[in-house]
């Protein structure tokens, strides 16, 4: 493992997280959630949303600009629908309330949807989409950024990666879950570029002067490039719409950052469960979908490529694997973590470097 890198047991972590939180107020039960979305992003591989992040969540706590304790209200509800105010809370909490509100309208509706408002970061999508899958569901989630991404054609930011996801179950050992940022990369990742002193590669943003950079510095202080040109564009621009306008959260200029402690941030986004069963059944939508993914498997593979993946694939192989190896922390990001604790008072765990 490289010198920049520690593996940590997922156990380990995930108490540190929790008493961490709790020490700003967090509630116990709400502190395990957060710990567990948190640490599920570096299993799967995501450490851009990992235990990265979580300094910053206790600085916006410890800043008066986001609440310990969250709170959710009902702001509207019918049917199979409802928006809900999170009322500046952590978007964890919020997030696993809404998908699991979903999953019951679901079960009534065959369809549900939860939308929230006045939310903060909540992590990787896929954590909420995933929960969907034991329920024989289909999971959706987006969500709007602070501004990371001009519109095509543009030079200056004005909207956020914002990500979508959908977890599909396939009855199979592996299920389809898609988790993507509207950038070609996302904006977390290159924040963990920065904090590790490495590049990134050309291609994946632009400097403030809006030439191509491998300085991560500089891409922060630019702008991402969308997937697709000005399809990853739209894309950015409809989730911002659904998850941001729709919900009266803040949108593109107006949301403020993670790492902004000068304003509150008023995240939105979007929760839907899918029941398989108000659609098929059961047994024929496996074998149909056993039969999908058998074609996409072999169908023939491009030269050096030996394998093809099903989205979401890679991360739980990781997933399997961290479980067992520990999870790879940068020590950096490790070092805060245990400087934050003893500021904090917590006692904590953690590895030395």
């Avoid at 948190?38 to 995501?46: E, F, I, P, Q, S």
């Avoid at 409809?238 to 509150?264: E, F, K, N, P, Q």
């Avoid at 496996?286 to 074609?295: F, G, K, P, R, Y």
């Avoid at 072999?298 to 067992?324: M, T």
Wanted: net charge negative.
């Amino acid at each position: 493992m490289a010198g920049n890198i520690i593996l940590v047991a997922a156990d380990v972590l995930l108490e540190a997280c929790e008493r961490i939180l709790q020490k700003v107020g967090v509630p116990e039960d709400q502190a395990r959630i957060i710990a567990e979305a948190t640490v599920k992003a570096d299993l799967r591989g995501v450490g851009s949303h990992g235990v990265l992040r979580l300094p910053a969540y206790v600085h916006r706590v410890q800043a008066g600009l986001m609440t310990a304790d969250t709170r959710l209200r009902v702001v509207r509800e019918r049917g199979a629908t409802v928006l809900l105010d999170a009322q500046g809370g952590f978007g964890q909490v919020a997030g696993a309330y809404a998908m699991n509100h979903a999953i019951e309208r679901a079960r009534q509706w065959g369809v549900g949807v939860v939308a929230v408002r006045n939310a903060n970061h909540f992590g990787i999508a896929a954590y909420y989409t995933m929960m969907a899958l034991p329920h024989q569901m289909i999971g959706i989630a987006a969500t709007n950024a602070a501004p990371s991404m001009a519109a095509w054609g543009g030079a200056t930011a004005v909207l956020g990666t914002n990500p979508i996801s959908v977890a599909i179950p396939t009855g199979q050992e592996v299920d389809i879950v898609l988790d993507m940022a509207a950038s070609i990369v996302a904006r977390g990742k290159i924040r963990s570029a920065a904090s590790q002193g490495e590049r990134i590669p050309l291609g994946w943003a632009l400097d403030a002067e809006g030439r191509p950079t491998e300085d991560p510095e500089a891409a922060l202080e630019g702008t991402l490039l969308p997937i697709g040109g000005p399809k990853g564009y739209g894309l950015a621009l409809v989730v911002d719409a659904l998850a941001g306008v729709l919900t009266g959260s803040d949108y593109s200029i107006y949301l403020a950052s993670l790492h902004d402690l000068s304003r509150r941030a008023s995240v939105g986004f979007v929760m839907q469960a899918v029941d398989i069963a108000a659609f098929s059944d059961w047994t024929e939508y496996t074998n149909d979908m056993a039969s999908l993914i058998d074609v996409i498997r072999h169908s023939p593979r491009a030269p050096g490529v030996d394998r093809i993946y099903l989205p979401g694939e890679i991360e739980w192989l990781k997933e399997r694997e961290y479980r067992q190896s520990g999870v790879p922390v940068p020590v950096k990001a490790l070092k805060e973590l245990k400087e934050l604790s003893a500021e904090l008072g917590a006692t904590v765990d953690l590895p030395s470097s």
